[in-house]
């Protein structure tokens, strides 16, 4: 049985998630407050989170950068909560590794299907045949969920990795911001690319500069490739 902790300072729609976790079957835990929730981050062990942005003590946002910062529980799945759909806060949780977020006022089955989605891909991923990809100077360890360029392992989220060994076992070929939501997310998400985007800005910004031999191209109105950098 899965167990997930919820956090939000709206009790109406902590309990309106509990309720509706407890009869798909799931334990759950509700708290209020990021103080809260922090400790009990802390002291026990969860399946997933659902977690608000704006709390009272601790936001959300310092939370999930323990949470990924952590490497006992950094591959726990985070599901953010926020009002903002297009503030800079969604941008940032993104970066910081959420799994995945949810604007407010948001359809209860979808959150459930959310859910649904990111434990199974949390209990179900498997090794990759390949352990190692090489592009240059950029090194893709599969074994060790890492990323190396220059020789200087570079830091990236769960999400960014998976994306990046994507784009890279596709070489070559356009994926499209749909399949990688798909792919990557495990859902079909209108409306959705901007996450895709914040990824790709991302990595191009960690790990594909102007001299790298390889690069990540823009294909306009469809998505992106990995390719040699012939420039």
Same mark, same amino acid.
């Given at each position: ?60 946002? /310092? =939370?999930?950068?323990?949470?990924? *910062?952590?490497?006992?529980? &950094?591959?726990?799945?985070? @599901?953010? $909560? !926020?009002? #903002? ?51 240059? /100077? =950029?090194?893709?360890?599969?074994? *060790?969920?890492?990323?190396? &360029?220059?020789?200087?392992? @570079?830091? $990236? !989220?769960? #999400? ?51 001299? /790298? ?19």
């Amino acid at each position: 049985m899965s167990r997930i902790l919820i956090v939000d300072d709206e009790k109406n729609v902590a309990e309106l998630i509990n309720y509706n976790l407890e009869i798909a079957g799931y334990e759950t835990k509700i708290v209020y407050d990021g103080k809260t929730a922090l400790n009990t981050i802390k002291a026990e062990t969860f399946d997933l989170v659902v977690l608000d942005i704006m709390l009272p003590e601790i936001d959300g946002l /310092s =939370i999930l950068r323990y949470i990924k *910062s952590n490497d006992k529980i &950094k591959n726990t799945p985070v @599901i953010m $909560l !926020t009002a #903002k759909s297009t503030g800079s806060d969604v941008v940032l949780g993104l970066e910081i590794g959420a799994d995945d977020y949810i604007v407010k006022p948001f359809n209860i089955n979808e959150l459930m299907a959310r859910i649904k989605v990111q434990l199974r891909k949390s209990s179900s991923h498997a090794p990759e045949a390949v352990e190692k990809y090489e592009l240059g /100077s =950029i090194i893709i360890d599969n074994e *060790s969920y890492t990323a190396q &360029k220059d020789g200087e392992i @570079i830091p $990236l !989220t769960n #999400k960014e990795f998976e994306l990046l060994v994507y784009l890279v076992k596709k070489m070559g070929k356009v994926c499209t911001r749909d399949a990688i939501l798909s792919q990557i997310w495990g859902y079909e998400y209108f409306g959705g690319t901007r996450t895709v985007d914040v990824h790709i800005r991302s990595l191009r910004k960690k790990l594909f500069d102007e001299k /790298s031999s390889y690069k990540i191209t823009t294909m306009i109105g469809v998505g992106y490739k990995i390719e040699k950098n012939t420039d």
